[in-house]
Every structure is written in C-alpha cells, then in structure tokens.
C-alpha cells in the first residue's frame, strides 16, 4: 500500500515515533498511515536495527548485492542451441541447468538479444494484423503478393480457416508469435503448428479438417441397444440409466466411447441425454426375457407363418397443421393458434414384416374391441398360414383377460376350421421404440399429417389410404422413404420418431 501524500521521509518518522508509543493497535496504526503491516514492520525494525537513529529512513539502492559475469563458454552455448534447435529462453535455460550450467532464462534472453535473435517489437504489427484480418481484400492490407490460395481462405473461410491462414502469413512476414497470438486469440503453439502444416504439405495439410478416426454409426446399434434395457440387467440398482454407468457398460462390452461421443450418438438420434434416458429406457424386469423371444420367434419364422407389429396411431384433429411449406415470393402462410377441428380419428394398423404390407382401419376407441377386431381380420387375410404372431405393446387392452379369453377361444377352434391359430410376442414395457409399425407411423405422420390442411375428416382417410397403398420395398429398407430407421425389428433401433409422433 502507498504512503499518504506528504513528504516521505517525515511520514516514516511519524509512523515509527507513533509505533514506539504502543498508544495504538499497529494493525490500526497502519491502516491510519495507509500503509501494509509488512511495510510498517519493515521501517519499525530498520528504525530498531539502526539504534533509533533518523537517517534510516531514506530509500536504499536497488542495485543487487552481488552480480554474477556469464561467461564466455556459456554465451556460446546459449547461441548454439539457439541455432540448432531455435529455442527460446526458458528451453534454453532449462538444457543448460541440465547440462551442469546454471544460467537463469532472463540472462540468456538477454544474451540472444545482444546478438540479434531476439526481433525488437514491431508496434504497426497488430494494427497490420487487424487490418488485413477484418478487411474484404486483404490482398491490398498486406503490401505484398499473397502465397497462391491464402486470399480466398483469409475472405471468404470460416473463422477456423481465416485464423489460420493470418497465423500463418504473420508468421512469413516475420512478426513474433506473442503478438500473433495474442491479436487472434491463438497460443503460440497452435500458430507454430500451422506454420509447421503449411511448411510440410502447403494449403492442401493446412486446410485439410480430420474427421474422427471412430465411425459413430458402427456404435450406435450398440448405444441405443445398452440405453434400451434397463440398468439392472446390468447389474445396476436404478431405474434409469447415468452417463457414467453407461458408458462404463459400453466399455466392459467392447464400446470405447467417450461421454462426448454417446451424446453425440444420442443427439443424431433426434433426442437430447436427459430425455432419452427416461423415453428410450425400458423399466420392464423381463426386458431380456421378452426380447429373446422376439428374435428367437424372428429368426425361425417359416414361409407358412407371418408377423405382425400392431399399434395405435392417435386420436389426431384434422385441421391446419404447421410446418415447411412452399409458397409463393410474399405470401405468408399462418397456422392459427385456436382452429375448429374438421374431426377427429385414430389409425389402428398392423404391420406384416414378412410381406412388407400394412393392414389399418379407422377406430374410435382404443380397447379390447379393436384389438379382437384386428386378431380377426388378419387371420382371415392370412388363411394360408398355420400361425401368425401378434407384437404389441404393453397397453392394458392389449393383454386384457377379454383379448386373450378370445385368442384363446381362435386357437381352439384353428384346427376344425382349418385356420392359423394366434400366438403373442409382447414387446417389454415401455420400449414402444422397438414397435416396428412406430417406423410407418412416424414416416406417415410426416408425410401425410404434419403441415396439412385437409378440408374433411374424409380428405384426410382418403391421402392415408393413399399412402399405405404404395408399393412398399423390402422390410429392412425405409419402405416408404419418410421413416427415420429402417423398417426392421432390431434392439438398438428408435422406431418412433422424435419429431413425427
């Protein structure tokens, strides 16, 4: 802390007559003079040292007691690694003390500099830097022809490439790395090696972006499959996954995925960590049970035997739906927020995914009814085969006592009448993302529901009818173009759209 503004001299006298008194605390004693505690201790003890005499109180010298020569043999060492290596001072100091020879870096700075390799400060270098920097045409700015390529990169790049490439011509023009750096928020290291880039392999290694060695989409069946199933059949006690355990999980099975990449992964997805750990996890304790069954039942379905994925699409309004839209040059195209529905609907439908075909009527109701009135019309469609396999979700009409009483009944009567007979394949509770007819849905809603404008209930039935009767291509490729996944029965998949349901 500084001294009051009065003469010097006299003001240390007082402080230390005062301080000999003992009338005030010193602590308090020093905030009154506005001075530290370590100063006034410092003046209190030379005043005791000196035996009370006056004339201490004048600044001693600054110059040090005692200065060391560098000799020649280490001044010839400093200039030589110098230009072996092209160090700088703290390099240099630090081989050298390695080396048995104890010479402090502002010595051999001081050294480089009497010999001319340290390069005195330009003080136009960062107004030179700032100007060719922000400038449409640098070509102008830099007073000099401009290495092939650099002009378009420092104008037209993206700030990554602009940076680089004003590193790089400061650097060829010769200004020190301190002041590149600190005029484009760079570190000298990052400038020497673009430097570095440029001098090895031109524009085409400077400008060249790396991608990541880890193809994401060899991981991600793997991420979705572990973020599917719930964290005890991991032997983890919690109903939801954390991104720790996860990523510990995915380790252990051969996944070596940083935190960063699994959010990544989880993001191209369509969902955000949070709320896929609670909508893509399945809370089902015989989540492995049940999804074993589905696939064993997969992998041996024989031609006299057909799947389907069944679910409910709705209730939905038909009104103006928001959305892209294309428009004419200065029309505004306006959802309004309060609409009168034109009526409403649900889509039951189900899903062959041996014969790539869809089955849907129009309900009103989701119950048992529509349930048994689906088991019915695709038995009759499937006459040919010997069993068909219903896959649902865990709805409570989807497993009612009623549903299964009937199924019950189909079956016992399957062999009189010369018809399949109904086996179910529930899916676990909570994973209507592996609800294959989720895809359909999903795809159908985009193409068909969002951004619509139908002007009847029966407009509307009458484009889903059109939709689902296209030529679908094989289960396992996008059927009708607008799905997110593929259309097939896999654990790492998310059927249902983020965006579309």
Known sequence: ??????????????????????????????????????????????????????????????????????????????????????????KISFALRTDGTSVGHSTVYRILKKHGHIQMEDPDASAWIHNAFVAGNPEPCVDAELPAGFADHLSNGCLRDRKKAMAVIARLKGIPLHTIAKCLSLTPRTISRHSAQYASGGLEELFHHRTS???????????????????????INRTTWKMADLQRVLR??????????IRRIIKAGGYKWRRAKVVLTSNDPEYETKLRSVKAILANLTADQAFFSIDEYGPFAIKRKPGRKLVEPGTKYIVPQWQK??????????????????THFYSRNKNTNEMIKMADILRSQCRECSKIYLSWDAASWHISKKLLAHIEQINAQAEKDCSPSIELAPLPAGAQFLNVIESIFSGMSRAIIHNSDYPSLDAAK????????????????????????????????????????
């Open 1 to 90: 802390m500084p001294w009051r503004t009065r003469n010097l001299i006299e003001a240390r006298e007082a402080f230390v007559r005062a301080a000999e008194l003992g009338d005030v605390y010193f602590s308090r004693l020093c905030r009154s003079f506005g001075i530290s505690r370590v100063t006034g201790y410092k003046w209190f003890s030379r005043y005791q040292e000196a035996g009370n005499r006056c004339d201490v109180f004048e600044d001693r010298s600054r110059r040090p007691h005692r200065t060391t020569v560098t000799s020649e043999q280490a001044e010839q060492d400093v200039l030589r690694l110098r230009a072996q290596h092209g160090w700088g001072p703290h």
């Open 213 to 235: 060695k880890i193809n994401d989409g060899a991981h991600e069946g793997a991420v979705f499959a572990m973020l599917h199933s719930p964290p005890s059949a991991s032997g």
């Open 252 to 261: 252990e099975r051969g996944h070596l995925l940083s935190e960063g990449r």
């Open 341 to 358: 529905s034109k009526g409403w609907m649900i889509i039951t439908a189900a899903l062959d995914l041996s014969r790539n075909q869809v």
């Open 462 to 501: 009458a484009a889903i009818d059109r939709y689902f009767a296209g030529n679908p291509k094989r289960a396992g490729c996008k059927i009708w173009g607008k799905e997110l996944v593929p259309s097939e029965f896999h654990e790492g998949q998310n059927c249902k759209d983020p965006a579309y349901r």
